[in-house]
């Protein structure tokens, strides 16, 4: 439970650099789409996500890509505390995957059967929804990497 919530919050990571490495990775990749769900005209829901454009008056789309863009808006939160922690508190870096290890499942399961899309909303592959269960196995193994103290 120490590596996990550790007593101090540091900058000393004690798990393998490979860990470390691919966090550092998997963030890159993760700010770089939350700023393109938060700022793109669209927020990136037809021209990443594939999903379809809607018919209608007033304009459906306005509302989806609101939604969209407040969702990439809490990404980048998320994206903003998970760079604090690779710069300042390392120590916590084994709670930061668990939380983006939930915030995967919970998007692959609990909003999937809630409000999952059917194929007639999509014209390709969306790759959040798609792509889900390869983060969710990436993820659930580097945070078990970053529970081992590294060997020197």
């Known amino acids: 439970m120490n590596r996990f919530l550790p007593k101090v919050a540091d900058n000393n990571f004690l798990g393998p650099k490979i860990a470390f490495y ?18 793109a005209e669209d927020a990136g829901l037809n021209s990443i996500a594939n999903i379809i ?5 007033p304009d459906p789309n306005k509302i989806i890509y609101l939604f969209g ?10 994206c903003l505390i998970s760079w604090i922690v690779i710069f300042r508190y390392k ?9 983006w290890l939930m915030e995967w499942i919970l998007r692959a399961t609990v909003i999937r059967l809630n409000h999952g899309l059917d194929s007639i909303y999509t014209t390709g592959p969306t790759p959040g929804s798609d792509y889900a269960p390869i983060a969710i ?9 970053s529970l081992k103290i590294k060997s020197e």
């Not at 454009?53 to 008056?57: A, H, L, N, S």
């Open 137 to 145: 196995g990436l993820l659930l193994v580097f945070f078990i990497m």
């Open 69 to 78: 863009a407040l969702w990439g808006e809490m990404q980048l939160l998320l």
């Open 22 to 39: 691919f966090f550092l990775l998997f963030m890159v990749v993760n700010t770089v789409r939350s700023f393109i769900h938060f700022l």
């Open 53 to 57: 454009i809607f018919e209608g008056d």
């Open 91 to 99: 120590s916590l870096i084994p709670m930061m995957y668990f939380i």
